[in-house]
């Protein structure tokens, strides 16, 4: 069986509604925390498919978070033997920048639920199963798109929302895989990171049940056709 590796950042940000299209693609699923005492000796290149998800840190956070530098090197390994990756959120932060992108903080938080804007190459690619659905935003953080990468997606307010390098390497900055997960409770108490957003926790939670079927809905279908693609 294919092996499929999960990198979490922080505990409460799993791999989520994504977890059904990866198996019934074939992976067995193992994880592993970057604060696990053997996180720094994994071998990032080994695992058939790796899925690295999100985290409220920057990836230029190196001084306070050592292992991201680690993480970083292994990652841009990994990427150049063209390795299937899937970076989500933070995840896509840290693909850019093993490709030598910048990563930077953005001009405003963006978070809560939206729809992308699909570039003529997003909607010709696994997104456009996203096209017209509102999807979970939940960053603060941008990057500039990495050199041999292929723009997918944007919002007004940032114009680098999802990236692919091939077809084996994608990276969304958003969250498809948030809609059905009693972990979004954990997200909503960043309330003050929330407000900076100019939104709240009612209007969060609303619309996680009310939109966050279909945006799961939707992202299964996405990773599913990028998953069949792989084989």
């Known amino acids: 069986m294919k092996r499929a590796l999960i990198i979490r950042h922080v505990p409460y940000e799993g791999v989520a509604g994504f977890r059904l299209p990866i198996e019934q693609a074939g992976y067995e699923i193992d994880r592993i925390d970057v ?40 990652l841009a390994r990994r990427l150049e033997a063209d390795r299937p990756t899937l970076g989500v959120c933070f995840g ?29 190459t997003g909607a ?22 990495p050199e041999r990468c292929e723009h997918l997606a944007e919002t007004p307010r940032f114009t680098h929302q999802a990236f692919r390098r091939g ?19 954990d997200w ?26 279909a945006a799961v809905a939707a992202g299964r279908a996405m990773i599913a056709e990028w998953l069949a693609a792989l084989a």
């Open 35 to 74: 604060v696990d005492p053997a996180f720094p000796k994994i071998d990032l290149v080994a695992p058939d498919l790796l899925i690295m998800m999100g985290g409220p840190l920057g990836v230029y956070e190196q001084a306070e978070f050592p292992w991201i530098a680690c993480q970083l090197k292994r």
């Open 167 to 185: 077809r084996r390497q994608l990276a969304l900055q958003f969250h498809a895989e948030m809609g059905e997960d009693p972990r979004i409770e």
């Open 188 to 213: 909503l108490q960043a309330e003050d990171y929330i407000a900076a957003a100019n939104t709240d926790v009612a209007t969060i939670r609303a619309d996680h049940a009310s939109a966050g079927p």
């Open 92 to 120: 896509s932060q840290m693909m850019a920048a093993a490709l030598g992108a910048r990563v930077y903080p953005g001009p405003t938080k963006e978070v809560g639920f939206a729809p992308i804007a699909l570039t003529p």
């Open 124 to 145: 010709e690619s696994p997104l456009r199963h996203l096209a017209g659905v509102r999807v979970l935003h939940w960053h603060g953080d941008t990057f500039d798109l």
